[in-house]
């Protein structure tokens, strides 16, 4: 009777913990999630993705321009005004580019400046 008693009771725990189980789904950062943990984030909306620069890794990279793939075209400085083609500190008309050796960086060019982005992945 003990060892039913001690099964059950086995049984009983480990079912509790399998239905409190949680599922987290990860999806893409959306701006507010990165200027909230970094207000300071150079950062832009295209094709539904976010791109930020000032990323070491990426600097080092020997990267090659591609092709014109649009430009900036609004400015916002709060999150929720993003949409594509928004930047937070990027002029309005500055160009993007894809890159031959990637298809997650961008270059964008405006006043003999040139940056490069990085599509943030899902987090």
């Known amino acids: 009777m003990k060892k039913k008693s001690c099964l059950f009771l086995v049984l009983f725990s480990l079912f509790l913990v399998g239905c409190n189980?949680?599922?987290?789904?990860s999806k893409k950062p959306d701006?507010?999630?990165?200027?909230r943990l970094?207000?300071?984030a150079d950062i832009y909306?295209?094709?539904g993705n976010i791109l930020q620069t000032n990323i070491e890794w990426i600097d080092k990279?020997?990267?090659n321009e591609n092709k014109n793939i649009g430009e900036i075209e609004f400015?916002?400085?709060k999150a929720e005004d993003f949409k594509n083609g928004t930047a937070n500190l990027l002029p309005i008309g500055a160009k993007?580019?894809?890159v031959k050796e990637r298809d997650d960086i961008f270059i964008v060019k405006f006043d003999n400046v040139v940056k490069r982005y990085l599509i943030l992945s899902e987090g």
């Open 75 to 77: 400015n916002a400085t």
């Open 38 to 40: 970094d207000n300071h």
């Open 61 to 63: 990279l020997e990267l």
């Open 31 to 35: 701006a507010a999630e990165v200027l």
């Open 96 to 98: 993007i580019y894809s």
């Open 45 to 47: 909306q295209w094709e």
């Open 21 to 25: 189980e949680t599922v987290t789904e």
